[in-house]
Each structure stands twice: as structure tokens, then as C-alpha cells.
């Protein structure tokens, strides 16, 4: 089935330590799209990406690192500047035409 | 810049009531318009699009028409399960800018 894989599900991070969020899509999009949610709250765009080997920063980078360098991926990386990093992530892929699919999520937790 | 409004919740209701879910929406461009659903624990789900004014996304007995005259699309259900218990999730998107924006969602508990 087509789709946006998210791996791992859940994701546990020590103090100081850079970890690396995986994404994948098997539907074709060009642009993807990384959002991060907060218990009880919406969802905030840190990064996305319209076309291979191009990304742009949303309203929340500061912190956060992402390449591009297959279409099929879109790897997110919580970096150590990232001070409050305890949250779930979700990837989507799409645009306004045909709507935006979303992955199952990633859970991370410092610890 | 664009943006989306959605009502606060939670939002209660008794088996088998009627549901609207309130959106509005700001936009420079014309965007399309959508909403999603989050169960617990999970990714966002696309429940129902509009791409143009006047449209109606209809699913699973959800509908939300494309008002561009009160840049409004509310949700509703005409009678809901307790199985439609979950946050629900307006946004928008731009072909111009690429970006879809989400309002704040809104939760819907439903009692038996």
C-alpha cells in the first residue's frame, strides 16, 4: 500500500545527543513536510520541502536540521540545540490539489 | 500571513446529536481547505477536501462546504457515534506557498 512510513515509533534521547527521525513515501509527492504537536495543541511546521534538494524553514526550525536528498526521504534530525525536544513528530507528504497524507508519527521522549 | 480559526473545545455530546465544528479561516491566495481527524496515540487522518468556492468534502457522513464569502468551513455530522470521539483538525493549504496550516483542533467526546 502506498503511504508515508515513519520510523521509529517511539524515540528516547539523552541530554545533549542528536537524534535522526526517519520518513519515507512510496506515493510520488515532491513536496514533504515535517510537523511537530504538543500535548493538547495543534500542530507546528518546522520544516518542509517542495522539490529534491530543497527545503525551507517553517515557523519552528530553530533546533532542527532536515535533508532532501532522494525523493523518497526526508529525514528529520532533533539536534542538542533543540532544548525542549519532548514531543510527537509527524511526517506528511501532498500539496493543496491533491490533499496531504500523514504517517503514523514518532514519539520522542528525553530522557 | 494565512491562517486558521477553529472552536475551543472540548466539544460533548450525546450519541446519535447533531455536530458542527466551527472554521474560518484567513488567506491571501485561494486555498484548499480541509479537515483532519487524530485518534489517540495516532497520525492525522484526512476526513474530507474542498479545493474551490462552493464545494462540498463529504465522508463518512461528514460534510463542510467552501464558504468564500464568510471564509468559513465548519464540520458537521448529523448524528454521531461514539466511535467519532477524536480531535478534529481544520487547515488549509496554498499551491503558492506550499504550506498547510493548521487551526488549533478541536476535541469531540461523544456519550453513549
Known amino acids: 500500500d502506498g503511504g508515508i512510513t515513519q520510523s521509529p515509533k517511539y524515540l528516547f534521547r539523552k541530554e545533549g545527543q542528536n537524534v535522526t527521525l526517519s520518513c519515507e513515501q512510496n506515493?510520488?509527492?515532491?513536496?514533504m513536510y515535517w510537523y511537530r504537536q504538543d500535548p493538547g495543541q495543534g500542530l507546528r511546521l518546522i520544516y518542509y520541502?517542495?522539490?529534491?534538494?530543497?527545503?525551507q524553514k517553517g515557523d519552528i526550525a530553530e533546533g532542527y536540521s532536515v535533508s532532501r536528498e532522494k525523493k523518497e526521504s526526508f529525514p528529520l534530525t532533533v539536534t542538542s540545540a533543540q532544548k525542549n525536544p519532548t514531543a510527537f513528530y509527524l511526517c506528511?507528504?501532498?500539496?493543496?490539489?491533491?490533499?496531504?497524507?500523514f504517517g503514523s508519527g514518532t514519539r520522542l521522549t528525553v530522557v | 500571513g494565512d491562517s486558521v480559526t477553529q472552536m475551543e473545545g472540548p466539544v460533548t455530546l450525546s450519541e446519535e446529536a447533531f455536530l458542527t465544528i466551527n472554521c474560518t479561516y484567513t488567506?491571501?491566495?485561494?486555498?484548499?481547505l480541509f479537515w483532519y481527524v487524530q485518534y489517540p496515540g495516532e497520525g492525522l487522518q484526512l476526513l474530507l477536501k474542498?479545493?474551490?468556492?462552493?464545494d462540498k468534502g463529504s465522508n463518512k457522513g461528514f460534510e463542510a462546504t467552501y464558504r468564500k464569502e464568510t471564509t468559513s468551513f465548519h464540520l458537521e455530522k448529523g448524528s454521531v457515534q461514539v466511535s467519532d470521539s477524536a480531535v478534529y483538525f481544520c487547515?488549509?493549504?496554498?499551491?503558492?506557498?506550499?504550506?498547510?496550516?493548521f487551526g488549533q483542533g478541536t476535541t469531540l467526546q461523544v456519550k453513549p
Open positions: 506528511a507528504g501532498g500539496d493543496a490539489d491533491y490533499g496531504y497524507t
Open positions: 506515493l510520488n509527492h515532491d513536496a
Open positions: 520541502s517542495q522539490i529534491v534538494n530543497d527545503f
Open positions: 488567506a491571501t491566495g485561494y486555498p484548499s
Open positions: 474542498a479545493t474551490k468556492a462552493d
Open positions: 487547515a488549509l493549504g496554498t499551491s503558492n506557498t506550499g504550506k498547510l496550516i
